[in-house]
């Protein structure tokens, strides 16, 4: 595992002897290199790939660590300042799934100055906001933060009168950008199910397993929402530490017809509802592409294997889905 020190620009004075200080001596650089803007705060993914930095411009960039011996950034600079406030500090959790950034300043002629949480895609490292906590503040706001080893609770600086908070990260609302697809494929939880698709910001696609409370899914229908995310205490063994809230709908693409999508669908999942007409774990209806592909398949229903089909949007939104289904070698 890579282990990287990163230093902003400034010269590190100790307060010992003159011929102590020429024992340190500046190790090699893994990587050097310089900003657009100043950078005010630095924190680095767990193992020293990627680099976070707040910087003077009020924007937060994200940059690949040692490309070219240098820092390569992986997306444009992003703006995370208000009109009153900047990023001054930040702070990952140990999961490495989110950042946490002190700010200067104030919101609004408020006297409280905000934290902001962002969530990390993790394939990508890529930011998603994630929501917004104001603390009672005075001088120029907060000055720093930090993170307990086990990623239970956090410090801020620069809270009150020249003081500090520490919060139970439980205790902080957490709030997610979730892409999620017009179709669901069979995943298996206590047994085979329909599961949502997320797509993160990379475009990486990933099964969702649990309810989203407040959210009806519409097959066909690609959506972004916003969700509230909580832990759930002593949760059964079955069921999620996590409950999933709807806060809003940023933005529904509209009925997809034409739109196709392949799936390898257990025989548990198909109920037969009449000549040509099959449910899909009770959540869809679908009728075959022809009539030898719905014989062929009332043939295995009855044995437990796996179906690959492709799904296709019917033109009409509430018709059945259209299935090319390609049977088993019998």
């Known amino acids: 595992m890579k282990r990287w020190i990163l230093a902003l620009g400034m010269t590190l004075m100790l307060g010992v002897s003159a011929a102590w200080a020429q024992e340190i001596e500046m190790p090699r650089p893994l990587a050097m290199g310089t900003f657009t803007s100043a950078p005010l705060a630095v ?18 960039g994200i940059y690949s660590v040692g490309a070219n011996d240098a820092f390569l950034p992986i997306t444009d600079p992003i703006p995370a300042g208000g009109i009153s406030f900047q990023p001054v500090a930040l702070a990952i ?54 993170m307990s080893a086990d990623g239970g609770s956090l410090m801020v600086g620069g809270a009150g009168e020249n003081g500090a908070v520490v919060f139970a990260l439980h205790d902080i609302p957490q709030f997610v950008t979730m892409n999620i697809a017009p179709y669901k494929r069979p995943c298996m939880g206590a047994g085979p199910m329909l599961c949502m698709m997320v797509t993160d910001s990379a475009g990486v696609q990933m099964f969702f397993y649990s309810n989203i409370e407040g959210f ?12 509230q995310v909580e832990d759930v205490p002593n949760p059964p063994a079955d069921a999620s530490s ?3 809230t709807l806060v809003e709908v940023v933005s529904d693409e509209g009925y997809q017809a034409g739109l196709s999508f392949e799936a390898r ?11 040509g007409l099959y449910s899909l774990n009770g959540e869809a209806e679908f009728t075959c592409a022809t009539e030898h592909q719905c014989s062929g398949l009332a043939a295995f229903l009855s044995s ?7 799904f296709t949007f019917p033109e009409v939104e509430g018709d059945p889905l259209i299935a090319d289904i390609t049977l088993p070698q019998q």
Do not use: C, M
């Open 43 to 60: 924190a680095l993914n767990s193992d020293g790939s990627l680099a976070y930095v707040a910087h003077a411009d009020g924007t937060l």
């Open 93 to 146: 959790s140990p999961d490495g799934r989110t950042l946490y950034v002190a700010n200067s300043g104030f919101v609004g002629r408020s006297l409280l100055s905000p934290v902001t949480i962002w969530n990390i895609e993790p394939a990508s490292g890529l930011l998603n906001p994630g929501g917004q906590i104001t603390i009672p503040s005075s001088g120029s706001g907060l000055t720093s933060i930090a």
């Open 216 to 227: 009806d899914f519409q097959w066909g229908h690609p959506v972004t929402l916003r969700v």
């Open 242 to 244: 996590k409950r999933y």
């Open 265 to 275: 669908v257990p025989t548990a999942l198909i109920t037969p509802v009449e000549d």
């Open 304 to 310: 437990p294997t796996d179906i690959p089909i492709t």
